[in-house]
Nanobody, 125 residues
């Protein structure tokens, strides 16, 4: 089983940037074996996939709202995935969750088996 801890959220003005971190750990955890991605959920809205890294080939994917503004990356030596968010907009305000799965690719991000507790991102206008 893998444990995920998000950090880096906060309050930022529109047009600003934040970098979220997702630190992964576990007794049998091997970072390269897992696909890891980011979700977000705003009050009253459905959960939305933001970005993901596939364990099979390291390819990345982005939701439409993230394309061109957000970048996902990983530091395997630290078992950490990052989400660099630039040009933030008030509509990016949400709780951002990290998720991981050992058997599913990013196509199935919504079904990933392990989740973090989330980190709040608030973008003021």
């Amino acid at each position: 089983e893998v444990q995920l801890v998000e950090s880096g959220g906060g309050l930022v003005q529109a047009g600003g940037s934040l970098r979220l971190s997702c630190a992964a750990s576990g007794s049998t955890f091997t970072f390269d074996d897992y696909s890891i991605g980011w979700f977000r959920q705003a009050p009253g809205k459905e959960r939305e996939g933001v970005s993901c890294i596939n364990f099979i080939d390291g390819t990345t994917s982005y939701g439409d709202s993230a394309k061109g503004r957000f970048t996902i990356s990983s530091d395997n030596s630290k078992n950490t995935v990052y989400l660099q968010m630039n040009s933030l907009k008030p509509e990016d305000t949400a709780v951002y969750y990290c998720a991981a799965d050992r058997t599913l690719t990013c196509y199935y991000l919504a079904h990933f088996g392990s989740w973090g507790q989330g980190t709040q991102v608030t973008v003021s206008s």
